[in-house]
């Protein structure tokens, strides 16, 4: 039976999705970005999930139409993922950045292919070294590969790529066994690393917590990104906590209705009518003791709830 056809559950066909080999999604990929987009919160992080086995190179040329049309925010799909640099990726690049959008730009991690560039005899230097270089064999490699306090010291003190390649590899090689919770020393380099100077480390700490630990532990990470310098990062969040429904969230996101960008208090107002009465007491509170000329702010956000629940 085809996905498509009536009657069909994208909760079950995701589920489905999830066992296939990364050789079998790509044909799927429309489909499951249709989900990603317009599904239900579980279904948007499922189909996220699904989304994040495609090889990242194939996932990009299927979204580069998109992209190339001005569809930046499936960008989202990429992020954190090593990309070959392609032209479309180099122009959404350089369109984001234009367009004040500097978060998601730094969290693009775009690669250059096997051309050769200027300077590329440097890369022979070290290419000749290591092929002078004795062969180390696989077990002494595994053997050489950095301990959890030096991946843990590099990601605190090293250069922004510097980290974001220890967190990747925490992620790879130190991950929790199954049923075993990430020690507190995890827990603790990750919220530390979501005040980072470089939104790109941020995020990368972001999608790093989102691996790791268990829902309430990322959704309570994720909140901190309310407060984030950046507009494009605080829409990420309150979208973030919006689809999860996590309800602490709510005194946090009722307060970004005041903020200054419009992106910003989008998000919060969409995320807080897709909490629905859940959001009316912090809602009511907060207009009764808001200025008459701010109270709409909330007012208009709890008759969007109220219409929709009709």
């Known amino acids: ?165 220890a967190l990747t590899r925490l992620v790879e090689e130190r991950a929790p066994a199954p049923g075993a919770g990430p020690g507190p020393e995890l827990r603790a380099l990750v919220e530390e690393l979501l005040s980072h100077p470089s939104a790109g480390v941020r995020l990368h700490a972001h999608r790093t917590s989102r691996a790791l630990f268990d829902r309430d532990t990322h959704a309570r990470l994720t909140a901190l990104l309310l407060s984030d310098p950046l507009p494009d990062v605080v829409r990420m969040a309150a979208r973030t906590l919006g689809r999860a429904g996590w309800e602490p969230a709510l005194p946090d996101l009722v307060r970004l209705l005041g903020h200054t960008r419009p992106v910003v208090r989008r998000a919060a107002r969409d995320a807080l009518v897709g909490f629905g009465d859940a959001a009316v007491p912090v809602l009511r509170r907060t207009a009764a003791h808001a200025r008459p000329d701010r109270r709409p702010l909330y007012t208009e956000v709890l008759a969007e709830i109220s219409g929709a629940g009709a």
């Not at 230097?125 to 002078?132: I, Y």
């Open 1 to 165: 039976m085809a996905l498509t056809s009536r009657g069909v559950l994208p909760e079950r066909a995701l589920r489905w999705a999830a066992r296939l080999s990364e050789d079998d999604l790509p044909p799927l990929v429309p489909l499951i970005v249709g989900w990603w987009e317009h599904g239900s919160p579980a279904v948007h992080e499922a189909a996220g999930t699904a989304l994040r086995n495609v090889p990242a190179d194939v996932l990009a040329h299927h979204l580069a139409p998109r992209v190339e049309a001005g569809d930046l925010g499936l960008l989202d799909l990429l992020t954190g993922r090593r990309l070959l640099r392609t032209p479309v990726l180099t122009r959404a690049e350089r369109r984001l950045r234009t367009e004040g959008r500097a978060a998601l730009a730094d969290a693009l991690v775009l690669v250059d292919g096997p051309l050769r560039t200027p300077g590329a005899e440097h890369e022979d230097t070290a290419a000749l070294d290591a092929l002078r270089t004795p062969f180390r064999s696989p077990t002494a490699a595994r053997a050489g590969r950095p301990s959890l306090p030096e991946l843990l010291d590099l990601a605190r003190t090293g250069t922004p790529e510097q980290t974001r390649q």
